[in-house]
């Protein structure tokens, strides 16, 4: 695996000299991107294979993107890329995210220890990612707004997406993709 970021950081580093002469095309999962994008992407982990195509007869089928002149640089991300806009984002009970939030909100409680405590409305916002197989990645679960000082709204919010039934995962080309969300949490006590 360390070879692999070696080579991989190795050929980025030679493809971005290349680039500092003349520009390529980069694209990934059919996307122009920029070189620091790929750049970034190589130093979280989630290049799996870089190619290079300079064969004019290979870079018409590339030629939708831009100016081919200079060559193509297609990225391959490794699996456990997460999308946040896939072409399918995936479906919940036969429904889409507005479906999920609705289930959630019915399948939330008010924390008992905090019952006492008189707060109209709190809000949690939560970011979370549903893996390729369609259930959520518990290590996932990120929140961004808590309801204050108390980590009971949050741990509530955490409990209840733990239990979520499968989804329907995302689909980019027509394969499973893991997809991240982000989601504000109502807690009221009207």
Same mark, same amino acid.
């Given at each position: 695996?360390?070879?692999?970021?070696?080579?991989?950081?190795?050929?980025?580093?030679? !493809?971005?000299?290349?680039?500092?002469? $003349? /520009?390529?095309?980069?694209?990934?999962?059919?996307? =122009? +991107?920029?070189?620091?994008?790929?750049?970034?992407?190589?130093?979280?982990?989630?290049?799996?294979?870089?190619?290079?195509?300079?064969?004019?007869?290979?870079?018409?089928?590339?030629?939708?993107?831009?100016?081919?002149?200079?060559?193509?640089?297609?990225?391959?991300?490794?699996?456990?890329?997460?999308?946040?806009?896939?072409?399918?984002?995936?479906?919940?009970?036969?429904?889409?995210?507005?479906?999920?939030?609705?289930?959630?909100?019915?399948? !939330?409680?008010?924390?008992?220890?905090? $019952? /006492?405590?008189?707060?109209?409305?709190?809000?949690? =916002? +939560?970011?979370?990612?549903?893996?390729?197989?369609?259930?959520?990645?518990?290590?996932?679960?990120?929140?961004?707004?808590?309801?204050?000082?108390?980590?009971?709204?949050?741990?509530?919010?955490?409990?209840?997406?733990?239990?979520?039934?499968?989804?329907?995962?995302?689909?980019?080309?027509?394969?499973?993709?893991?997809?991240?969300?982000?989601?504000?949490?109502?807690?009221?006590?009207?």
């Amino acid at each position: 695996m360390k070879r692999l970021f070696l080579i991989a950081t190795f050929t980025f580093a030679a !493809l971005t000299a290349y680039a500092q002469q $003349k /520009d390529p095309i980069y694209i990934i999962n059919e996307c =122009v +991107v920029s070189a620091g994008e790929v750049n970034e992407l190589i130093n979280q982990g989630h290049v799996d294979v870089i190619t290079v195509v300079k064969e004019p007869s290979e870079l018409k089928e590339y030629e939708k993107f831009g100016d081919t002149s200079n060559g193509v640089v297609l990225v391959t991300l490794k699996e456990d890329h997460v999308f946040i806009a896939p072409e399918d984002p995936g479906k919940f009970m036969g429904g889409d995210i507005e479906t999920f939030q609705q289930w959630l909100a019915e399948n !939330l409680r008010y924390p008992e220890e905090i $019952k /006492d405590i008189k707060v109209d409305q709190v809000k949690v =916002v +939560v970011k979370f990612t549903i893996g390729k197989h369609g259930y959520i990645v518990p290590s996932s679960i990120i929140f961004f707004e808590n309801g204050g000082n108390n980590n009971a709204f949050a741990d509530e919010v955490r409990r209840v997406l733990l239990s979520s039934p499968r989804w329907e995962p995302g689909k980019q080309k027509g394969e499973p993709v893991a997809v991240s969300y982000v989601l504000p949490v109502i807690f009221s006590t009207k």
